[in-house]
């Protein structure tokens, strides 16, 4: 049984079923809950308090709180109490996991691969807090210099995502608080547990209370965190449509938004590429989480000389993908979170099989359960295909043919998204060429995955706003303030 499993966690404490607001773990004023389910068997898990706007503004009001205390700590005091939060991530991972696998679907190992990621995030920012470093600039005129500090913003909020309900708190959390922001975050209402189980580790670790909070609930609360004038900055990861709702609700009081949306990442395979290594990487980047990342190759492009070796190649590394409940031994490829996402599948393929498109690969929803569906290998996709235009998220690999480099390159920026490419080449110039040809904000030449937490992650065009992880991170929780200061020669 499921459950009997999760309560096989090794400290069962980090099995939070209530909200963490002002350092209390708090229920919905009405009681109600919401369930938790396991994509894998459609079981209930848990229970989390549905709160709405009442409980959004206590979570604010003790963010704004506790912000003039935690802005005061000297960065050494905000550095070690940052590690000390990563260093609980790390050594309840594999609880984390755990939790995060039962929540969301996927297997075990990435579940707990993605616990140790977005404690590198932590990890990551523990150190950037001691590098927020201003300017004294010498101006035009005598006796006078100009001062430039760099200050946190203020009170932060968030919504984040089902599919890394992990690192997706701790990549929007750490540079906040290392930039000496304080936090609420409403995480998906389909994976909260991750969320909660992050902040029992911070209340362990000695994050003072109301610095970092989490609220489940209504979609209400989200109305709250975006017009509240107490929040000064928002931060959002989730689909592009919603991005752009959430980003006009913050217009009103004109806050700092980052957002982090939707892709449609080509991944392209030119004639010269080491054609092994371009099929693992196409694996990588394709079928993690089951296809349920804005990262994953979305099309994959392959020359013509190369086409039939490359499909032939690739189909047969897909026929080892183990579909299955993540909590079983060497599962690869989990379930989709909801049946939405398996309708979104089965129209995209239909879609290309009635436009003339082949089926190499599945296209089935596979016997293991309702939310499980077999790795899809397309070939002969084209332009025309929803598939191209549309993020897949899930199992479906379509791989179109191309000639040549510029016709190739017309077609990867062809999308309203900008978010990650992935190209396969062993040609330097080629490399040049296209890295500075592709329209995306993250490009990965010759590797399908370009994640961590030293790296700016983050798209253009309607991907979405700012970045995530690397110095560049810390910024959008920053204000800069000038001051000139004048009779220095007096
Ligand atoms: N860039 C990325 O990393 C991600 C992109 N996506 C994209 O989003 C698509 C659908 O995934 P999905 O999870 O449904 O993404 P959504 O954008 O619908 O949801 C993301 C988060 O936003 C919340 N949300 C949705 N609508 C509102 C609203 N009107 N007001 C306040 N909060 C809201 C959701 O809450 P709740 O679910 O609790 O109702 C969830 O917490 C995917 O196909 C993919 O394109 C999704 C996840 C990550
Ligand atoms: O939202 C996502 O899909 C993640 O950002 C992908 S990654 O950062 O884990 O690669």
Known sequence: MLEGKIMQLKDSSLLKQQCYIDGKWLNAHTGDVIAVMNPATGEQIATVPNMGIAEARLAIEAANKAFKQWKSLVSTERSIILKKWHDLLIENKEDLGLILCSEQGKPL??????????????????????????????????????????????????????????????????????????????????????????????HRAGIPAGVFNVITGSRDIGDELTTNPIVRK?????????????????????????????????????????????????????????GQTCVCANRIYVQSGIYDEFVEKFSTVVDQLIVGNGLEKNVTVGPLIDKEAIVKVQHQIQDALDNGATLVRGGHIHPKGELFFEPTILANVTQDMIVSKEETFGPLAPIFKFDTEEEVIRYANDTIYGLAAYFFSRDLGRI?????????????????????????????????????GSKYGIDDYLELKYTLIAGLNN
């Open 234 to 290: 928002f931060s959002f990861t989730g689909s592009t449509a919603v991005g752009a709702k959430l980003m006009e609700q913050c217009a009103s009081t004109i806050k700092k938004v980052s957002l982090e949306l939707g892709g449609n990442a080509p991944f392209i395979v030119f004639d010269d590429a080491d054609i092994d290594e371009a099929i693992r990487g196409a694996i990588a980047s394709k079928y993690r989480n089951a």
């Open 109 to 202: 190992p990435e579940a707990i691969k993605e616990v140790v990621h977005g404690a590198a995030y932590i990890g990551w920012y523990a150190e950037e807090t001691k590098r927020i470093v201003g300017d004294i600039i010498p101006t035009p005129a005598p006796g006078k210099k100009a001062l430039i500090l760099k200050e946190p913003i203020g009170v932060c909020a968030a919504i984040t995502p089902w599919n890394f309900p992990n690192s997706m708190i701790t990549r929007k959390a750490s540079p906040a608080l290392a930039a000496g922001c304080t936090f609420v975050i409403r995480p998906a209402s389909k994976t909260p547990l991750s969320a909660l189980a992050i902040a029992e580790l911070a």
């Open 432 to 468: 040049f060429r296209v890295t500075e040809a592709l329209e995306y904000g993250m490009v990965g030449a010759n590797t399908g995955t370009l994640s961590n937490e030293m790296a700016p992650f983050g798209g253009i065009k309607q991907s979405g706003i700012g970045r995530e």
